[in-house]
């Protein structure tokens, strides 16, 4: 653990591990297999390099997307440290130089696709290698489910045959218990330690609010932050491609990913991102798993998640520079109905299905909670937390409930007296009393409910019918074009048996950006540091285009916001600062001392 301790200090720049990280590594080393679950941000890759870096031979991560490699391996080689991978962007000479130096012991790292591994060729290749370890990222993917099923993890227990004496650690951030039990049981690691650090990300600030005017509610949430990097997240590519075109318009730098989308283009999208500062990505799922960038401010959903997985997996991509970041989210009742067409639709056994089923229950929960977020996410992954996390908007602006046994009343009675054969839009016009055509054909105008619900607003009708679906008291006929049907819950509410209380959505006031665990003035400059602030990320950004990788690969925004308070002035005082080892300062050190002193000398 000395060397490990050396390795933390003068590679990565920082005094002392984090959580498990000392653990997960001493056992590593010892030679024992580990399972970690480590929430995004929370160092999960320190744990897999500098076992590599300690044991004889290579270590082998196995890692899903190409973006994922790229950024690991650039980040390696700006620390010195001789990473490649091996992907099909490689030319077939590229490939050759690669094997040629893990044959010859020259690589300390290689990452590498599971399809790749897989092959007998790779196989019979690391089996002429000296390794150190595999180390296989993402591991939720092994779960049929889970959020991310790739069906090549499922082939990833051939490293037990091949390879037992090498040992091996499995690490993901997202994973309920369910899921866990999958990744022991399918990569062979039953003999593995698990170390759990928890899912809890207090830095990032939850708000779930009901979808009425998506586009102005996200200019709303959006309002001042022109100079932030964020990810807009939509269910489908049209909407993708219309959002991305629309925040173009508002002023917002903002660009389509999609896996419609040319493969070059999405690419320039994604490097785009990496590298500015301000630039929105509006995007499918396609888009985010093994993007490394830190200072990610924001994490949008316009449409609703399919799970309280993917939610966290996607929310996840926010802050993970540790300062404060937003998760917020719009939804509606055709989100529900869409979700569960897509679910009935699926290829799959009943078993999946329910699984499905049960998933969307759960994230449905999450959305129309009237207590703490936090709480409720957490529980889902067996972890806790406090009772109010200071920080969701739950929380800083507890939502107003009323009494709607009375209006739930009326609804479950319309419904019934209709046929349970009409959709939403039918059933809310005969609670209103609209004598239109559609209500005259069906003779519903003579209904004893028809016009008594005259006196609630058609907005408030929405958020009690979407309430009632999401509690369980109406059902959605996905192939009966999306009729409302009753279900067994709802017969005590009609007999005045049981009181409801729903949440009373249009009381809210927006999310106040003052309040909550991680306070946001953290995230801003003050007025007298400013022009120092600007200069060294001017820095960084031209260091980081000669170096032809992303900003934050030369240095965080934190390490900067550090030397704004320790003002490092030599060689010495800058490699206090976290995040600053013998290697970047070697590279970036002088820049940086130069910009600093020059303010300093200014100042006096």
């Known amino acids: 653990m000395k060397k490990a301790a050396a390795l933390l200090n003068n590679l990565y720049g920082y005094d002392s591990f984090r959580g498990h990280q000392a653990e997960i590594i001493e056992n590593l080393c010892a030679g024992h297999n580990a399972l970690v679950l480590m929430p995004t941000g929370g160092g999960k890759s320190l744990c897999y390099q500098i076992p590599s870096l300690i044991r004889d031979g290579v270590g082998i991560i196995i890692s899903p997307l190409i973006a994922l490699m790229q950024d690991q391996v650039n980040a390696m080689r700006q620390l010195g440290v001789k990473a490649a991978f091996l992907n099909s962007t490689l030319s077939v000479t590229e490939q050759k130089n690669i094997e040629h130096d893990l044959l010859n012991g020259s690589l300390d790292l290689l990452y590498i696709a599971p399809e790749r591994l897989i092959q007998l060729s790779t196989l019979d290749l690391l089996g002429r290698c000296k390794l150190a370890l595999f180390a296989i990222d993402e591991a939720h993917c092994v779960s049929q489910w889970g959020h991310d099923f790739r069906v090549d993890y499922l082939a990833l227990d051939v490293l037990t045959e ?278 005259v054909q069906h003779g519903h105008q003579q209904l004893s409910t028809f016009g008594i619900g005259s006196d609630i607003h058609e907005s408030r009708w929405r958020s009690i019918i979407r309430q009632l679906v999401v509690r369980g008291f109406l059902r959605v006929d996905i192939e009966g074009y999306s009729a409302l049907q009753l279900t067994a819950l709802c017969r005590p509410v009609l007999r005045g048996e049981q009181l409801l209380h729903l949440r009373k959505e249009d009381i809210k006031a927006p999310l106040k950006k003052t309040s909550g665990t991680t306070s946001y003035r953290k995230t801003q400059i003050s007025p007298e540091n400013q022009e120092l602030w600007e200069e060294l990320r001017e820095c960084r950004k031209y260091l980081a285009e000669e170096h032809n990788v992303p900003p934050y690969l030369i240095l965080h925004d934190a390490s900067l916001k550090e030397m704004l308070e320790v003002m490092p002035m030599s060689r010495s005082e800058l490699l206090t600062i976290n995040g600053v080892g013998e290697s970047k300062l070697e590279k970036f050190g002088a820049d940086f001392i130069e910009i600093i002193s020059r303010f300093a000398t200014k100042g006096l």
Not at 163 to 176: E, G, M, Q, Y
Not at 313 to 339: F, P
Not at 343 to 367: I, N, P, V, Y
């Open 162 to 439: 091949r390879f037992s004496k090498v040992p091996r650690i499995a690490l993901t951030a997202t994973a309920d218990i369910r899921t866990r039990q999958e990744i022991i049981e399918r990569l062979s690691l039953s003999d593995a330690k698990s170390y759990i650090s928890g899912f809890d990300r207090p830095n990032i600030r939850y708000a779930i609010t009901n979808k009425t005017n998506p586009k102005q509610q996200l200019l709303a949430f959006l309002h001042g932050r022109k100079q932030e990097a964020g990810i807009v997240y939509c269910l489908s590519r049209k909407k993708v491609e219309d959002t991305a075109q629309w925040l173009t318009q508002q002023g917002f730098t903002a660009l389509p990913y999609h896996a419609g989308l040319p493969a070059q283009l999405r690419q320039t999208h994604q490097n785009r991102f990496l590298r500015d500062d301000s630039v929105i990505i509006v995007a499918t799922i396609a888009f985010g798993m093994g993007i490394d960038k830190p200072d990610v401010r924001f994490v949008v959903h316009l449409d609703l998640p399919k799970s309280i997985e993917a939610y966290y997996q996607e929310t996840g991509r926010a802050g993970r520079d540790g300062q404060a970041a937003d998760a917020w989210m719009v939804y509606g009742l055709q989100d529900v109905v869409r979700l569960q067409q897509m679910a009935q639709g699926s290829e799959g056994s009943e078993q999946f299905k329910r699984t499905e089923k049960h998933k969307l229950d759960a994230m449905l929960g999450l959305c129309e909670v009237t207590s703490c977020r936090r709480q409720v996410l957490l529980n889902y992954f067996a972890d806790t937390g406090s009772d109010r996390c200071g920080n969701c908007d739950n929380c800083q602006i507890p939502p107003v409930t009323w009494d709607a046994t009375e209006a739930a009343q009326k609804v479950l009675s319309c419904v019934y007296r209709t046929g349970q054969k009409f959709g939403v839009v039918h059933v809310m016009d005969v609670l209103q009393g609209k004598e239109n055509e559609k209500i």
